[in-house]
């Protein structure tokens, strides 16, 4: 069985990146529809090796007879869209934060909660945070096994999290740093070229940043309400790959070989940790990887059962486009899909 697949806002970085991972990962699609707004109209995209996809526009675009939905259009586009994508029948997986918190919405990472896709009650999934993603495929499994109290996170984003004129934004201004050339900050608050910015989406009244408060409320949504988190989010100067810094106390007796143990045969982990130069993952190996890597395993002797690591991942395909397709994917192995056909 084929499907009909529509992605919205095919342009842009991880629209882009969605069509690729549809490609290699051998989706079954029997029609693929790229969508963007109105100004992109006519201009074509590359789907796979050998295909070319025309762009249509989103606003007057029919989703009837459509099965499913990839929008990572901006969190405005995806208000108005994604609830009519719905009501046409087209199951949407919407990688934007408008639908995130919503209770009538799943938050899904296929290795951590895929049984709420069950619970489905608007046609609309939520893709989680970037950040929270690879945070969570790590931590489900000690969770399981050692059950976590407590995180302190502190993170390392790249500049495409802000999307290409983020990326854009970092090539230009490296080239003018180098040349001692002005340089004013157009997507960041600050330069971002060679500098380090604490500061991701908008201040909150209690003093952190909004890409903070998502990371504690959407890891307590996926993974455990009773989980505690604080989280210190920076935006670096990395093409591609966030880390993090990762701290977490648990109500069991924990080693750092046990947890090892644990990650290793974790769906979706890949431990690189040898304790040697260059024994460990950093954002640019991780570029177009799949997987999210640990490393720096060691205990936390600062709490009763602590454990501390150093978390990798491209924040491009795990953070946002393959956790989309997973997302499908894990529809389609449930049967979910063709429930909603019949």
Not at 22 to 29: G, I, M, S, T
Not at 130 to 146: E, G, N
Not at 326 to 335: D, M, N, R, S, Y
């Amino acid at each position: 069985m084929g499907y009909r697949v529509a992605v919205v806002g095919a342009t842009g970085a991880v629209g882009r990146e969605m069509l690729k991972t549809l490609a290699e990962r051998n989706f079954p699609v029997k029609e693929v529809a790229a969508l963007a707004s109105g100004r992109s109209t006519g201009s074509e995209i590359s789907f796979g090796d050998k295909t070319v996809l025309k762009v249509q526009n989103l606003d007057t675009f029919d989703f009837t007879g459509w099965d499913i939905g990839l929008f990572s259009p901006g969190a405005a586009v995806s208000a108005i869209h994604a609830p009519r994508a719905a009501e046409a029948g087209c199951i949407v997986i919407d990688n934007t934060s408008h639908f995130r918190m919503e209770h009538d919405v799943p938050l899904v990472v296929p290795e951590v909660n895929p049984q709420a896709l069950t619970r489905i009650r608007r046609g609309i999934i939520a893709n989680p945070n970037c950040s929270t993603i690879q945070m969570v495929v790590a931590l489900k499994p000690l969770h399981d096994r050692f059950r976590i109290k407590r995180v302190v996170v502190s993170t390392y984003q790249s500049v495409s999290g802000a999307g290409k004129e983020g990326m854009d934004e970092l090539l230009l201004q490296s080239r003018r740093s180098l040349v001692h050339d002005q340089i004013i900050p157009q997507q960041f608050t600050k330069q971002i070229a060679f500098n380090c910015i604490p500061h991701i989406d908008k201040f909150m009244d209690d003093g952190s940043t909004k890409e903070e408060w998502k990371m504690v409320v959407e890891t307590r949504k996926i993974l455990d309400p009773d989980i505690k988190v604080i989280a210190t989010c920076v935006r670096v100067p990395v093409f591609i790959g966030h880390a993090e810094s990762i701290n977490v106390e648990f109500e069991l007796p924990v080693t750092a070989s046990a947890a090892r143990d644990v990650l290793r045969s974790a769906p979706g982990v890949a431990v690189m940790d040898t304790r040697e130069d260059g024994g460990y993952m950093t954002p640019l190996e991780c570029a177009g990887e799949d997987a999210t890597f640990v490393s720096r395993l060691r205990k936390d002797p600062t709490v009763e059962h602590g454990l501390a690591f150093w978390c990798v991942s491209d924040n491009l395909r795990k953070g946002a486009a393959l956790n989309a397709i997973q997302i499908a994917e894990t529809l389609v192995a449930q049967g979910l899909l063709a429930r909603k056909a019949a």
